[in-house]
């Protein structure tokens, strides 16, 4: 249509915006399409196009209708527009029609109103078909129209199109676009606006020099329109000011906020409507690496096209709070990257997880350490290359060149946790001021967001730290038994608690099992819980009897304070024996799984009071028990559920314990499977099942020896002897200097005739009995020295040795590794 014509500034009208989908039905409706229609955008989205949009170009004669020369011609444009809805058409239309709609003051009475429309039809992978802009006609008044350069009365106002792009501040449509598609995505949005672009502008036809582009407007203000108003009732209004919605356009004075807010205002409140979305949309995990994906998803594809995160080493790692300002040798984790590109066009150039430095001259440096945000409304040939350069063998200039770009810090607590870059396509408006305000809101919401996870994630690896450090690494197999545990934090009150489980070696091949709950949840009862086991550690070393040991740990707890109370089982498993010694401090009994037809029962134990009551005597009972038969003991977090008696918790434990695995960590896992997600479990969980395969009487041999230096000579063929039916030579040389040191001590101090006992477990055991109750210690014998160095000898040719006092006297022990040729088959 360029017919070398005059082209005044663009026509700035209020504008509705309709998008009609494939279905015919309509998918977005903008807030001059309220205005002008009447009707609510619930009203009308899911409706179809043709039972609200104008089909008819027919236009009664009426007093109040605008009377103008040529208007008459385009009467019969209305059937296009039907043509449109119903897809019939591949090219724009525009024309104008009359339509009936109710009157702005009330419903009861109607409005003819005189409509100019222009119709895009859409292609392309999305669902919208066609695209309507309609228009106000009675704006048009004919004193001029509406806008900064005013236009005389006009000969003729017919819509159409331009498809020439010389009109001064047509592209401002293709900006302003964007901004009343509020609801559609930028992709959406940027692909109907470059067919706008392609298929011509929407344009007022005034005579034949005169072709005007259309510009939405969204009204002016409620106090604007009134000013204007008065000046033109006082005949001052400025020259070509555009004409305020009034009662005699359909916009009546007390319409709402909405109708009556300026672009400017409209923008603003769109960008506060967007903080609020996104600040619902972020935050709702305390999981660090779920926070970055939020954060980055929220802002793509409404606010920005591309949004690349990027984070301190100490946040990723969730270390402590960052100190001292970021310098170029800072590194920098980009932990995130969302875009509406086509897939994979970012992920080999800048992928996730890699980490790197920025120097001085880059607009991230500058972000960084300034602690604002950054814009560059273009990024240049030049500053591309900048940028680019810090990519090795990696030209990223192609993705960045042209763009706009935002770059905003993620700050907690005046600290710099982070930056996020933001990138526009060139298509898209720039970002601007009001943008750079909305990206430090949003960047600084997003920084609290993150330093809340990252404080979170901090502390739940202290906490994970801490409760690891205390709980102990418990070998699989220990003497005349296999070790299975499990522990479980708990769900809802921490991940640190009271509960553990620990397993001791004893002097004669024994073990002892201890389960305990420290009553409470956090760090306080996990302190309170390190102290307790430490000190079960000790007094087992001591070889204290299962009663006596809870004795002693009740006069601990009451001497450490008041609020220290605990529940504690206490086992001793002696696989020579074939019996275990338990004792109870107000724990839940363990459950005893027979080997030969796989019974399970609850051991009928005395209940105790728990550790800490004081004044409370405790009882131990003897258990026999045959190779084969598995111990189950936990803690009353697996059992207990809310509102449910705590037998049935038990009768399930006895139930699961007995039900067949094919090793022991199976066995833990049917049981915590089967019991942790009952009710929704809140205490931590600690489980503890040994298998006791026992010590056959084979594989032990004991001699009595008498008071006298000449048994040594015994004891040494003895031990050579028993190690050959054994088939153990390979030991015998280094067991007989050992056995030699340790009864030539014993028959030296003792007052009573002394007992060797050589044990073939997982090791060899040798132990030396006697009734001296003194017990040996290592000295640092120099070469003169006539005392110590038969100790010196164990320690050096011994795996293990050590002492311990018995009820007569002391135990002397050393173990020998077994050679690896000799294998022992699993029992389970």
Not at 327 to 343: K, N, S
Not at 419 to 443: K, Q, S, Y
């Amino acid at each position: 249509m360029d017919r070398g014509t005059e082209h005044p500034a663009p026509g700035r009208i209020p504008l509705a915006v309709v998008v009609v989908g494939r279905d015919g039905l309509v998918s977005h409706w903008s807030r001059g399409a309220r205005r002008l229609f009447a009707l609510t955008k619930e009203e009308a989205i899911g409706r179809p196009a043709l039972d609200l949009l104008p089909v008819s170009g027919a236009l009664p004669e009426e007093d109040d209708a605008p009377s103008f020369d040529s208007y008459g011609a385009y009467d019969g444009l209305g059937p296009d527009l039907e043509s449109s809805l119903g897809g019939q058409l591949s090219y724009p239309a525009s024309g104008r029609a009359r339509l009936t709609v109710p009157e702005h003051g009330g419903a009861a009475r109607r409005d003819r109103v005189d409509l100019l429309w222009w119709a895009y039809p859409l292609v392309g992978p999305g669902p919208e078909r066609l695209l309507v802009l309609a228009a106000d006609a009675r704006g048009l008044r004919p004193g001029g129209l509406p806008g900064p350069g005013a236009v005389p009365a006009p000969e003729r106002i017919a819509p159409g199109f331009a498809l020439h792009t010389d009109f001064p501040g047509a592209e401002e449509l293709a900006r302003r676009l964007p901004d009343i598609l509020p609801s559609m995505s930028v992709g959406e949005g940027a692909r109907i606006v470059a067919q706008i672009l392609e298929l011509g502008y929407p344009i007022l036809e005034f005579s034949e020099n005169h072709l005007v582009p259309v510009t939405p407007d969204w009204g002016v203000s409620r106090r604007a329109g009134r000013r204007a108003r008065r000046e033109r009732a006082a005949g001052t209004a400025a020259p070509g000011a555009p004409l305020a919605p009034d009662a005699a356009h359909g916009y009546p004075d007390d319409e709402d906020d909405e109708d009556g807010e300026d672009l400017e205002y409209a923008a603003v409140r769109e960008h506060l409507e967007f903080l609020n979305e996104v600040s619902g949309r972020i935050g709702t995990s305390l999981d660090l690496a779920e926070t970055i994906v939020e954060v980055s998803r929220a802002v793509v594809p409404r606010f920005t096209d591309v949004a690349g995160t990027y984070l301190r080493e100490q946040v990723v790692a969730g270390e402590g709070f960052p100190e001292g300002v970021p310098d170029t040798t800072t590194m920098w984790h980009r932990v995130a990257l969302e875009h509406t590109d086509e897939p994979g066009r970012w992920d080999d150039v800048v992928p996730v997880g890699e980490a790197m430095p920025f120097p001085a001259h880059t607009p991230f440096f500058q972000c960084m350490t300034s602690g604002d945000p950054v814009l560059v409304e273009r990024i240049t040939e030049e500053a591309g290359h900048a940028i680019a350069s810090q990519f090795e063998k990696r030209d990223i200039r192609p993705l960045i060149t042209g763009r706009s770009m935002l770059v905003v810090p993620l700050k907690a607590r005046d600290v710099v946790l982070g930056f996020m870059i933001l990138l526009r396509h060139p298509e898209r408006p720039v970002f601007n001021d009001m943008d750079r305000v909305t990206g430090a809101e949003l960047a600084a919401r997003a920084g609290l967001v993150l330093d809340n996870a990252r404080m979170y994630t901090y502390q739940e690896n202290v906490a994970e730290t801490l409760q690891d450090s205390m709980l102990p690494h418990i070998p699989a197999r220990m003497s005349g038994c296999d070790i299975a545990t499990r522990y479980l934090p708990g769900t809802l009150l921490g991940r640190v608690g009271g509960d553990w489980f620990d397993a001791v070696k004893l002097p004669g091949a024994r073990t002892a099992f201890v389960v305990g709950d420290v009553m409470g949840h956090g760090l306080n009862s996990a302190a309170m819980m390190g102290q307790l086991r430490t000190a079960v550690q000790t007094m087992a070393g001591l070889d204290l009897p299962p009663a006596q040991l809870l004795r002693g740990l009740d006069d601990l707890a009451q001497r450490l304070g008041d609020g220290y109370l605990a529940t504690c089982l206490y086992t001793v498993y002696d696989p020579v024996a074939g019996e275990l010694r338990v004792a109870n401090a107000g724990h839940i009994p363990p459950v005893l799984v027979r080997a030969e037809d796989g019974r399970s029962e609850l051991l009928d134990l005395p209940t105790g009071a728990p550790i800490g009551v004081g004044g409370v005597a405790f009882e131990s009972v003897r258990v026999p028990v045959s190779g084969g038969d598995r111990l189950v003991m936990c803690t009353d977090g697996l059992v207990e559920v809310r509102g449910e008696d705590i037998g049935v918790g038990l009768a399930t434990l006895c139930a699961s314990a007995a039900h067949p695995a094919a090793s022991m960590d199976d066995a833990c896992d049917t049981i915590t499977r089967t019991l942790a997600g009952r009710g929704g479990r809140k205490d931590d969980v600690a489980l503890l099942m040994a298998r006791l395969n026992g010590i056959g009487p084979d594989d032990v041999a004991e001699w009595r020896l008498a008071r006298d230096v000449r048994e040594v000579r015994r004891a040494r063929a003895a031990v050579r002897e028993q190690l050959r039916s054994w088939r153990l030579e390979p030991l015998a040389d280094t067991a007989e200097v050992l056995v030699s040191e340790l009864v030539t001590n014993a028959v030296r101090h003792a007052h009573r005739p002394v007992v060797l006992r050589l044990v073939r477990g997982d090791t060899l055991l040798c132990e030396v009995d006697d009734d001296d109750h003194e017990l040996p210690t290592l000295l640092d014998a120099g070469p003169g020295a006539d005392r110590g160095r038969g100790l010196l000898v164990v320690s050096t040719l011994a795996r293990e040795w050590g002492t311990s006092r018995t009820a007569t006297g002391k135990t002397v022990w050393c173990e020998l590794t077994l050679p690896p040729v000799r294998s022992r088959p699993s029992r389970w």
